[in-house]
Each structure stands twice: as C-alpha cells, then as structure tokens.
C-alpha cells in the first residue's frame, strides 16, 4: 500500500461499502485479510472471529495494535404481522444518529431492502407513536421502539428470505458514500473504525517497507467492539506483550478541547480506564517530532478495545490513538490527511515505543 491519497481513499471507500455489523464481520475481514497478508509474516483469524497479523520485530517488547471491524447496526428483535421489523441497536446510538432510509436486512438466504420509518408527519395525537416524537407535542426523543423497517413483504417472503429475531440490520449501501467537504475534509457514515482501519493497514506496509518494529507487532482487526469490545478483549488475553494499543474516531469538542482540524488525538484516559502515561507521552512526542500538532485528551462517555482489555485485566498497559472525528456515533467527518498522520505516529511508535531516557534506565 502506497501512501498516496488517491490509493488509501480508494481502500477507505470499500471498507466503507462492506457490511460490518456486530458479530457479521466476515465482509470487512475478507477485505482485511487480503491487504494484510502481503505485508506481515503470518495472518490468521483466531477462535472469537478477529484478524491477526504477525509482522515479526527485533528483539523489544511484543506489541498488540487493535482497530474494529465492526459498525454500529440494527438487530431485528420481532417480525410483526404485517411483515414489518420491530429493531433494538447493536452499539450505543439512537435511530437519529442514521436518520431514516434505506436498510439492509441481512438474510441467511437472502439480503433484503427495508426503510426505516416513523410513520407519516400528518398525524395527530391518535397515532401516539409518532405524535410522542414531535418537538411541538410530545417532544420525547425519537427512540427504537418508535420506528420500524417497512419491507413490503408477507410474512412468508420474510421467512424465505431467512430473517429472523437476531437477524442483523445495516445502513444501505447507497448512503456509505465516502463525499468530500469544504476544503480538506472526508464525510460518510461508519468512519468509526473504518478509517482506524485503513490507517492500520497503511502503518503495517510502512513498517513492512521500512526499518520494521522493534519487537513482533500483533496487528489485530477486531469484531465486536461497540458491543463491549469482545474480540480485543480476547486478543489481549492470548496473545503475547503487556501492552495494547487501540486506533479509534476520537470526538472533538470544546468539551474535550479537541478539534477535527488538529492533529491526532492521544487519550489519557476515558471511560473505562487511565491508560499508561508513558504509552501516552511517547505517542505524543513522536507526534510532535512529525510536526503533528497532537491534541491531548482525557475522554469522557468513550471506550475502546484497550480500555476494555485494561479494565478486565487482560492486558497490562494500553493506550488510544484517535482521528480527530467530527459527529462520532453519526454521520463522522475527518481531515484529509488524517489517516496518514495516524499511520505515520504509529509507525513511528512502534519503531520505538520507549522515550530514549527510559530506554537508557533499563540498560
């Protein structure tokens, strides 16, 4: 992989078009898999579903680097009798986040166009379920109880079709569309974790084609992450190193100091755990030394695959790396030159993950 913008848009793009909901990775994992294996020296897929690949390094610490190949999405929780589908979320987000529109049922047998819908606006205070959402009425939030997807089916056809409660439900392709915005920036729907994604790809052909790492480098390409972060999880337990890093969207906010037009976001902390000063300071400083201009963060209502891994105890140290993304959980918006900023920090982090001074204490 080459790092001309033309190239890493291009592969952003069909990660983006490639259905990725919770558990239903298998899409995203093929694309995934076909651009990691020339690059590192063993690639498999392990027990719990996530992609790994060994790029082996010199003689330091072994180091695990997590993006998820999972999408925020829909799961059918009833087919009502009118061939409709009642949804709940897989992922935190509400049916706002999406808007309303064309969806994917992903069938076992067959894949099926739905709407998602609330029901027509003309309504009075007798369709309780669509007059409860309106700000001039009963101004609740527009929630998953009060939408639907309309198939246009019977019953029967939805059998056939092998969609079923539990059956996963997606944004349509026809609104995955990567567009350009203002002067320098990217939009579309799913950039969480599509472009950490593609930057970890980026960062493991730099590093392949470079000096290499300085120990072995597990690049991991997880499944289930808004869900609990499952796969990283199980990643961090069974495979080798202390520490695991984890590529995400980061929210820029004053709230958080951050902006979409700065440089990569480092996380001190978020949620669900305080990650590793030196793992932070040191992604910084490779970051300065880039003339990148990173943006220090402490996160608020954030996890991640290494916040997760942290918090279970199954990893020793973690850190977090993040695009700065306008809208996250939405319709995201990040720089042009976002994704090969990531790739380059990490690339340089792993060439030393350690500051000199701490590298001459152990000596």
């Not at 202390?242 to 902390?269: F, H, K, Q, R």
């Not at 996160?299 to 695959?305: I, N, T």
Request: proline share 6%; net charge negative; hydrophobic share 40%.
């Amino acid at each position: 992989m080459t790092e001309d913008g033309q190239d890493y848009r291009k592969l952003l793009q069909e990660l983006l078009l490639a259905y990725g909901p919770c558990g239903q990775e298998d899409a995203v994992r093929e694309i995934c898999h076909r651009e990691l294996e020339p690059v590192v020296d063993e690639a498999w897929v392990d027990p719990a579903g996530n992609l790994v690949g060994l790029l082996r390094g010199g003689d330091g610490p072994p180091i695990r680097v997590m993006a998820h190949m999972d999408e925020l999405s829909m799961l059918v929780k009833r087919v009502e009798p009118d061939g409709t589908l009642a949804l709940t979320p897989l992922g935190t987000m509400y049916p706002a986040n999406f808007g309303l529109g064309p969806v994917a049922v992903l069938g076992f047998h067959k894949t099926l166009c739905g709407v998602l819908a609330l029901g027509s606006e003309h309504t009075t205070h007798e369709s309780e379920r669509i007059w409860r959402t309106k700000p001039d009425q009963g101004d609740k939030a527009l929630d998953w109880p009060d939408v639907y997807v309309f198939t246009g089916l019977t019953t029967r056809e939805i059998e056939q079709a092998g969609v079923t409660p539990g059956t996963r439900v997606c944004v349509d392709r026809s609104k995955r569309t990567l567009i350009d915005v203002g002067d320098g920036y990217l939009g579309s729907y799913f950039l969480d974790d599509r472009a950490a994604v593609t930057a970890l790809l980026q960062c493991a052909g730099d590093l392949r084609g470079g000096r290499g790492p300085a120990g072995d480098v597990y690049f991991v390409f997880t499944v289930n992450e808004e869900i609990g972060g499952l796969g990283g999880t199980y990643a961090s337990r069974h495979l080798p190193g202390d520490l695991t890093l984890a590529l995400e969207v980061g929210p820029t906010e004053p709230e958080y100091s951050t902006t979409v037009a700065g440089g990569p976001i480092v996380a001190y902390s978020d949620a669900m755990c305080i990650y590793d000063k030196p793992v932070a300071d040191r992604l910084m400083d490779v970051a300065d030394e880039l003339g990148l201009a990173p943006q220090a963060a402490v996160l608020g209502a954030f996890e991640s695959d290494a916040s997760h891994s942290k918090a279970s105890g199954a990893c020793a140290q973690a850190g977090l790396l993040c695009l700065p993304t306008m809208s996250t959980h939405g319709y995201e918006v990040i720089a042009n030159g976002a994704i090969p900023a990531m790739a380059s920090v990490l690339a340089g982090f792993l060439e030393r993950p350690r500051r000199d001074a701490e590298v001459d204490a152990q000596r």
